[in-house]
């Protein structure tokens, strides 16, 4: 497995460095890969429980979404 790559981009001098991550950056990247899957995950979640209830909602109702839709469109 190759190593990621950190790129250093001085703007006073406009000297670019490229390198490898050290074990306390590769240590924080993997860390923030974790939190943003359990981000992603934790929000499609959220979104299936909303829709969820606004589907009890409408069957309580008797209408369709299409059906609400075009009562509030």
């Not at 979404?65 to 839709?69: H, K, L, P, R």
């Given at each position: 497995m190759t190593t990621p790559q950190i790129t250093i981009h001085d703007a006073i001098t406009g000297e670019i460095i490229t390198r490898e991550m050290n074990d306390v950056e590769i240590s924080l990247f993997e860390a923030d890969q974790n939190k943003a899957k359990k981000d992603v995950s934790a929000k499609a979640k959220a979104e299936k429980t909303a829709a969820d209830k606004q589907q009890t909602i409408l069957d309580r109702l008797g209408l369709t979404?299409?059906?609400?839709?075009t009562l509030i469109g």
């Open positions: 979404t299409e059906e609400f839709q």
